[in-house]
């Protein structure tokens, strides 16, 4: 007989993960290696160590170890807010009338409003165990800068956050929480750095790009003694901390004896997807079970669905490592209507691969149509979430219509990675009609592709 499943299923304290899971340890087709943008080799540790600390370069390029221990430092700051729960999305399932089992991971109960915290803490723990003084780091939306800036108080740490000039000026609230935490804030394209002033001479008036500012928060950081950098996605070392969400999840539906059929989930850089998805991948790798896992993306920044399997930099001052996966180029920037998050122009290699091997699908939404359902949600299910997350709610709804048509009970779980308290702008835009959806062209997007560079 099946126990009925409450709305909220939580984990005891006990119950959190011991390790971190490595998905490429588990993947027989390996994503392709970090290239050394001077010599375009596969990059050394000793190398990556000048750019990360010591610990998260070696876990950076760690493809063989399927469990990684967490810190108990880091296990105790998880403490403070995991485990997340595991709701039963019950008043959504009736709202829409569908025998399909909803069921969401909510990532948004920590002061950063994200899931970002969860990789912040590790990242802060291995620079403060190496002796450093701080870190530097860029931040689009705000919540990865938010999430480090909470992370260098608690141990401690300098952070210099460079954030993307048109989220400096539309939300001075994250910046100020940023700073309530002891952080530095600089917009960017600055003139504090050699790139920024390139970027800011080549393009006046720009409203400034992740891929920006990752390049000028890499060479602020090469150029302070004791510091080094600090990125919230696309890299390995974040999929693996983010793993702690995949985990949580499964041993949640373990509890009750539930089986997944489909997990979803939203993807700009690829962590908290790769993170979900990560045991359920495991298992599917090892021959144990069969899911079905979709990706979804802006319409307006579509790096899976039309972008391209190739080597590119990952940030526009092409500074850092380059990495094969999918891309738009990292000259693409999307169109400045764009509001709900998830702009990087490229996506981890580990979900490229995955996708390129056809083990995972891809959907692309327009902006609209995601506010739709973020509003829909949250009427419904009460919490007001991050445009970011609602593309997954999107793609969610959407496949629970699928099944009422068909009259499937399948059972859907999806990632709902933050709140979206300081998205009001954005959702003003829609609830006054004033929101509009931009798709980028063929031209447009060959344009970004144009500039991948020749390997
Ligand atoms: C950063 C962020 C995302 C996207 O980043 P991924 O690395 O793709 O997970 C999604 N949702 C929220 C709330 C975020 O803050």
């Known amino acids: 007989m099946q126990q009925e499943i409450p709305y909220k299923i939580y984990l005891e304290e006990t119950e959190l993960p011991k390790s971190w ?4 340890a588990f993947m027989q087709k390996k994503p392709a290696p970090l290239l050394d943008s001077e010599t375009m080799q596969p990059i050394t540790l000793e190398k990556l160590s000048t750019v990360f600390c010591d610990e998260l370069a070696a876990q950076e390029l760690n493809d063989t170890d399927k469990y990684i221990p967490i810190p108990q430092e880091v296990v105790d700051f998880y403490k403070m807010y995991r485990p997340a729960p595991l709701v039963r999305a019950y008043c959504l399932e009736k709202a829409l009338g569908t025998p399909a089992k909803i069921y969401y991971k909510f990532e948004g ?3 950063s409003g994200s899931h970002k915290l969860n990789s912040a803490i590790a990242q802060a723990y291995y620079a403060k165990e190496q002796g450093l003084k701080g870190v530097t780091t860029e931040t689009g939306a705000g919540q990865w800068g938010t999430a480090l800036s909470m992370a260098c108080s608690y141990f401690g740490l300098d952070c210099k956050v460079f954030m993307v000039k048109c989220s400096y000026e539309q939300k001075p609230f994250r ?12 917009p960017s394209p600055s003139t504090t750095t050699a790139v920024g002033r390139r970027i800011l001479e080549e393009f006046p008036g720009t409203n400034g790009s992740l891929g920006c500012a990752i390049s000028e928060a890499v060479e602020t950081a090469s150029g302070l003694e004791g510091y080094r950098y600090a990125l919230g996605s696309v890299l390995n070392q974040v999929l693996l901390h983010q793993s702690v969400i995949g985990l949580e999840t499964k041993a949640a539906l373990d509890k ?3 089986k997944a059929d489909m997990v979803i989930g939203c993807a700009g850089g690829g962590s908290n997807l790769g993170g979900l998805i990560a045991p359920f991948m495991a298992e599917q790798l090892e021959g144990k079970a069969k899911y079905q896992f979709i990706a979804v993306e802006p319409a307006s920044c579509p790096t899976l669905t039309r972008g391209k399997y190739a080597y590119d930099y990952c940030d526009t001052g092409k500074v850092c490592p380059l990495s094969k996966m999918y891309t738009l180029g990292s000259g693409f920037i999307p169109a400045a209507s764009h509001a709900g998050g ?33 509003e829909q949600f949250a009427r419904v299910e009460g919490i007001l ?19 009422k048509e068909s009259g499937e009970a399948k059972t859907i779980v999806f990632g709902l990675t933050g709140t979206g308290y300081f998205d009001m702008m954005s959702y003003e835009k829609f609830h006054d009609g004033k929101m509009t959806d ?12 144009s500039g991948l560079p020749k390997i």
Do not use: W
């Open 342 to 374: 998830l702009r990087y122009h490229g996506m981890t290699s580990t979900l490229s691969e995955l996708y390129d091997q056809g083990l995972m699908e891809a959907r692309s939404v327009k902006q609209t149509d995601v506010f739709a359902a973020a």
């Open 256 to 258: 009750y004896g539930v």
């Open 21 to 24: 899971l490595n998905l490429r």
């Open 438 to 449: 931009y798709i980028p062209t063929d031209a447009e997007i060959e344009k970004g592709l």
């Open 109 to 111: 109960n920590n002061t």
């Open 175 to 186: 910046r100020e929480v940023m700073r309530t935490y002891g952080a530095n804030v600089t």
């Open 385 to 403: 979430p991050a445009p970011e997350s609602a593309h997954a709610i999107r793609v969610a709804i959407d496949e629970a219509m699928k099944c």
